[in-house]
C-alpha cells in the first residue's frame, strides 16, 4: 500500500504533516538510501525511510480491546499497598497496552484498553461525549433521582445531568458522558441512593456483553475506525 512520505513521517510521530514536508525540502529524508527532496513521493510496505539518518516506523495499527475488570483490582500498572491490578490479570503479551479511563476498586466491568496513546486521551475527554452505562445497585431512597437527572453540585463540584432509569427498587441503568472521577457514587450518595455495587456495561458503542471476568476481547477494526470518525 503506498503512502505519501509526509503522511508516513506526520503518522510515525516524528513530526506535524507540515513539519515534515519542511524536513523533506530541507533535504535530511531518505528513502531506502535515496535523498528525496520532494513531498510528492510515495513509500510502499517495507521501504525504510531515516530522518536524519534515524530509521522511521510505521505506525502501528490501533487496536482495541475489552477486559471485564473484577472486583477488588486497581486500574493501574502497579499499587503501592500490593493490591491486584488489571495487568495480574492480562497476558503478558499485551501488558504493553493504555487502559481508556479508569474504573475504581470496587467497580467491575467493561474497561478498554489500546495500543494507541492518543485514542485513549481523546476517549475520556468530557468534549467528546461518549457514554458510558452501568449498573448500580443502591440502598436507600430513590425519590430524588430527578436532581442527579438535571445535573447537581456537590462539596463544591458541578456534576452534569445523567440518565438514569430505574430497573428495580435496587437497581439503576446509569448513563454519563462526563467521566469525573467517582462521579455516580458521589452523585447517587447525595440524592440519598449510595452505590452498593457498580458495574459498567457499556462504553460508547461496545458492550460488555457476556465476557467473562478476567478475560480479554479484541474488538473489530471497523468498531475502531467508526470511533475515530466521530471524533
Request: proline share 3%; aromatic share 6%; charged share 25%.
Amino acid at each position: 500500500m503506498k503512502t505519501r512520505i509526509a503522511k508516513f513521517i506526520a503518522e510515525s510521530g516524528v513530526a506535524s504533516r507540515r513539519a515534515a514536508e519542511e524536513l523533506i525540502v530541507s533535504g535530511v529524508v531518505a528513502v531506502n538510501g535515496e535523498k528525496i527532496t520532494t513531498p510528492v513521493f510515495f513509500v510502499n510496505n517495507g521501504d525504510v525511510v531515516t530522518v536524519n539518518g534515524k530509521n522511521v516506523s510505521a505506525k502501528e495499527e490501533t487496536k482495541l480491546y475489552s477486559f471485564h475488570k473484577p472486583i477488588n483490582t486497581m486500574t493501574t500498572r502497579s499499587d503501592p499497598q500490593g493490591r491486584q491490578t488489571i495487568y495480574d490479570f492480562i497476558p503478558k503479551e499485551f501488558s504493553g497496552l493504555k487502559y481508556i479511563g479508569r474504573l475504581d476498586y470496587k467497580t467491575t466491568g467493561l474497561l478498554l484498553l489500546t495500543n494507541d496513546g492518543e485514542l485513549a486521551r481523546r476517549m475520556t475527554l468530557p468534549s467528546s461525549k461518549i457514554q458510558r452505562t452501568y449498573i448500580a445497585t443502591v440502598y436507600g431512597t430513590l425519590s430524588k433521582l430527578d436532581l442527579a437527572r438535571h445535573g447537581i453540585s456537590v462539596h463544591g463540584v458541578k456534576y452534569a445531568p445523567m440518565e438514569i432509569e430505574i430497573i428495580d427498587d435496587k437497581n439503576l441503568r446509569v448513563t454519563v458522558t462526563e467521566g469525573k472521577k467517582n462521579e455516580i457514587r458521589i452523585v447517587l450518595a447525595a440524592v440519598g441512593a449510595p452505590v452498593k455495587k457498580l458495574h459498567r456495561i457499556s462504553f460508547g458503542p461496545i458492550e460488555l456483553k457476556n465476557l467473562a471476568v478476567g478475560k480479554m476481547r479484541t474488538e473489530s477494526q471497523k468498531t475502531v475506525d467508526e470511533i475515530i470518525k466521530s471524533f
